[in-house]
């Protein structure tokens, strides 16, 4: 999709081709001269747009523009969630008429947040999966112009999302994707395809390589499946090689069943998106491919399948991660946090200046904070504070999430030197302590995303999160310079 953003110009307006003219309108509208605002001065005075998010008014071949469609929207106060709200109704109604092109004129100068929003949601709401249907109906619209009383003060938050939405879409993409068309070689054949883009290197490991490195939990998890696992290393070198990195680990299980602990038969095909951390980590490297910022960025990817087989690890077995510790895998659907520590120790050799992991990691956090926000786990003031930061910028919410040691007593086991479940009682924070264990090197946070990364029922689908939070987090870095 291609976006543009221009500076409003009332007179050039009314001759504006284009499917649809989508006028934001915001309590404190203040008409102008022009016939556009004299005609929505009418409309508000007659009443027939009441000023309440979400409410419109649709109108077909207007006398005098040029536009097919004029669809006057309130967006309230004009807050984030109002325009969320009154842009996704907006499209839900432009839809069926399968627009190719669409104006967003704001006649009131909105908050960079407010127009990051507006466009990610009409990105959002026009997306179509395609991929393994035969008669599917590709995504109609593929032009969107954003028109605003002054451009130049926006230019830098529109094309960062820009460049998240086509990291989000990425994201979407590989996330909605069939295990069978998402094996973990696919997803390093996307990573290898990212490398073709400016300052982006990639190297993919396969079993020989990770057995010699001795990740013998990520193996663990692995043997059960005749796919062969991948090790994805993504690279984006935009800083001095003096420059330490940020590394982002992301959970790549293309499809969990649990393993040898199966899990219940309904909704099973979700866990096709248990590799969403994964997907998340390509999208932050094809954002970072359009941005170039200064910064220096490692992605770490464990990929493989959790299966049942007469090959699979079996609860009771122990296994010695790459760091060392050994591990009692009591419950074999307990898969993520396996894979991550090994990947969280290979992330020692960055001398990063933080680590970031997203996964799909447990049910608990669903049941903790719904598909609102992300779980957000660090010991790291600094690094907590900027996150949180990052998701409220980009509407891509997360919440700080506790990691008292005490929630670490559940892992205690007499057969190893911990286990990989604590039981049911705050189980987002133990699998979080689970990790902590393995990041004594650097400062770390971690992102359950299990709630936030897909949607279930009618509309399912990934969403594309947190490729957003992430993308913000990174570029405050670059005007930073280094992490507070
Ligand atoms: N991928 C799942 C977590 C998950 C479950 C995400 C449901 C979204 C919806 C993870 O590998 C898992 O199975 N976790 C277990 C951990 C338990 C065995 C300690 C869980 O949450 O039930
Ligand atoms: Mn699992
Ligand atoms: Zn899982």
Redesign the pocket.
């Given at each position: 999709m291609n976006f543009a953003l221009k500076t409003l110009d009332p007179a050039r307006l009314i001759s504006e081709k284009t499917d649809a003219l989508l006028v934001l309108l915001t309590k404190d509208f203040k008409p102008g001269k022009d016939a556009l605002s004299v005609l929505v001065a009418r409309v508000l005075k007659a009443g027939d747009l009441s000023p309440k998010a979400g409410q419109m008014l649709d109108i077909y071949r207007p006398q005098g523009l040029a536009c097919a469609r004029l669809l006057l929207l309130h967006v309230g106060e004009g807050a984030a969630t109002e325009v969320r709200k009154a842009v996704s109704a907006a499209f839900g109604l432009l839809k069926p008429s399968k627009p190719k092109g669409v104006t967003l004129l704001f006649l009131n100068q909105p908050a960079a947040q407010a127009l990051r929003v507006a466009v990610t949601t009409l990105a959002d709401a026009s997306y179509a999966y395609t991929a393994t249907k035969t008669k599917a109906e590709p995504r109609s619209l593929e032009k969107v112009d954003v028109v605003v009383p002054d451009e130049s003060a926006l230019r830098t938050d529109f094309e960062r999302a820009a460049a998240a939405i086509a990291g989000i879409e990425l994201a979407k993409e590989w996330g909605n994707r069939p295990a069978n068309y998402a094996t973990p070689t696919h997803l390093a054949g996307v990573a290898q395809a990212l490398a073709e883009l400016p300052k982006i290197k990639c190297d993919v490991l396969g079993p020989k390589e990770v057995a010699k490195l001795g990740m013998g939990a990520f193996q663990a998890v692995a043997q059960g499946s005749d796919e062969p696992l991948r090790f994805i290393v993504l690279r984006y070198n935009g800083a001095s090689k003096s420059t330490a990195p940020v590394v982002l680990v992301g959970?790549g299980?293309t499809f969990?069943s649990?393993g040898i602990?199966i899990?219940p038969a309904a909704e099973m095909d979700?866990?096709k998106?248990?590799m969403c951390g994964a997907a998340s980590v390509l999208g932050v490297f094809r954002a970072l491919a359009e941005l170039q910022p200064g910064i220096n960025v490692v992605g770490l990817i464990p990929a493989c399948e959790?299966l049942p087989s007469g090959r699979s690890v079996k609860p009771g077995d122990v296994v010695t991660s790459m760091g060392g510790q050994t591990i009692e895998i009591l419950?074999t659907?307990?898969?993520?946090r396996l894979v991550l520590c090994d990947a969280l120790t290979y992330a020692e050799r960055f001398k990063p200046q933080a680590v970031v992991d997203i996964a799909?990691?447990?049910?608990?956090?669903?049941i903790a904070l719904g598909a609102v926000r992300s779980g957000m786990f660090t010991a790291n003031q600094a690094l907590s504070a900027a996150l949180v930061q990052a998701g409220e910028s980009s509407q891509d919410l997360c919440w700080s999430m506790p990691l008292d040691d005490d929630y670490a007593e559940g892992l205690k086991t007499s057969f190893a030197d911990v286990a990989?479940?604590?039981g049911?009682p705050g189980?987002a924070i133990?699998?979080a302590k689970f990790l902590q264990r393995f990041t004594d090197k650097f400062p770390w946070a971690h992102l359950d995303i299990?709630?936030t990364?897909w949607k279930s029922g009618a509309a399912k689908g990934a969403t594309g999160r947190p490729v957003g939070l992430l993308v913000d987090y990174l570029m405050a870095l670059d005007t930073r310079g280094k992490l507070a």
């Amino acid at each position: 999709m291609n976006f543009a953003l221009k500076t409003l110009d009332p007179a050039r307006l009314i001759s504006e081709k284009t499917d649809a003219l989508l006028v934001l309108l915001t309590k404190d509208f203040k008409p102008g001269k022009d016939a556009l605002s004299v005609l929505v001065a009418r409309v508000l005075k007659a009443g027939d747009l009441s000023p309440k998010a979400g409410q419109m008014l649709d109108i077909y071949r207007p006398q005098g523009l040029a536009c097919a469609r004029l669809l006057l929207l309130h967006v309230g106060e004009g807050a984030a969630t109002e325009v969320r709200k009154a842009v996704s109704a907006a499209f839900g109604l432009l839809k069926p008429s399968k627009p190719k092109g669409v104006t967003l004129l704001f006649l009131n100068q909105p908050a960079a947040q407010a127009l990051r929003v507006a466009v990610t949601t009409l990105a959002d709401a026009s997306y179509a999966y395609t991929a393994t249907k035969t008669k599917a109906e590709p995504r109609s619209l593929e032009k969107v112009d954003v028109v605003v009383p002054d451009e130049s003060a926006l230019r830098t938050d529109f094309e960062r999302a820009a460049a998240a939405i086509a990291g989000i879409e990425l994201a979407k993409e590989w996330g909605n994707r069939p295990a069978n068309y998402a094996t973990p070689t696919h997803l390093a054949g996307v990573a290898q395809a990212l490398a073709e883009l400016p300052k982006i290197k990639c190297d993919v490991l396969g079993p020989k390589e990770v057995a010699k490195l001795g990740m013998g939990a990520f193996q663990a998890v692995a043997q059960g499946s005749d796919e062969p696992l991948r090790f994805i290393v993504l690279r984006y070198n935009g800083a001095s090689k003096s420059t330490a990195p940020v590394v982002l680990v992301g959970k790549g299980i293309t499809f969990d069943s649990g393993g040898i602990s199966i899990k219940p038969a309904a909704e099973m095909d979700e866990m096709k998106f248990d590799m969403c951390g994964a997907a998340s980590v390509l999208g932050v490297f094809r954002a970072l491919a359009e941005l170039q910022p200064g910064i220096n960025v490692v992605g770490l990817i464990p990929a493989c399948e959790n299966l049942p087989s007469g090959r699979s690890v079996k609860p009771g077995d122990v296994v010695t991660s790459m760091g060392g510790q050994t591990i009692e895998i009591l419950n074999t659907d307990a898969e993520g946090r396996l894979v991550l520590c090994d990947a969280l120790t290979y992330a020692e050799r960055f001398k990063p200046q933080a680590v970031v992991d997203i996964a799909t990691l447990t049910g608990a956090c669903v049941i903790a904070l719904g598909a609102v926000r992300s779980g957000m786990f660090t010991a790291n003031q600094a690094l907590s504070a900027a996150l949180v930061q990052a998701g409220e910028s980009s509407q891509d919410l997360c919440w700080s999430m506790p990691l008292d040691d005490d929630y670490a007593e559940g892992l205690k086991t007499s057969f190893a030197d911990v286990a990989n479940v604590g039981g049911r009682p705050g189980g987002a924070i133990t699998a979080a302590k689970f990790l902590q264990r393995f990041t004594d090197k650097f400062p770390w946070a971690h992102l359950d995303i299990a709630g936030t990364a897909w949607k279930s029922g009618a509309a399912k689908g990934a969403t594309g999160r947190p490729v957003g939070l992430l993308v913000d987090y990174l570029m405050a870095l670059d005007t930073r310079g280094k992490l507070a």
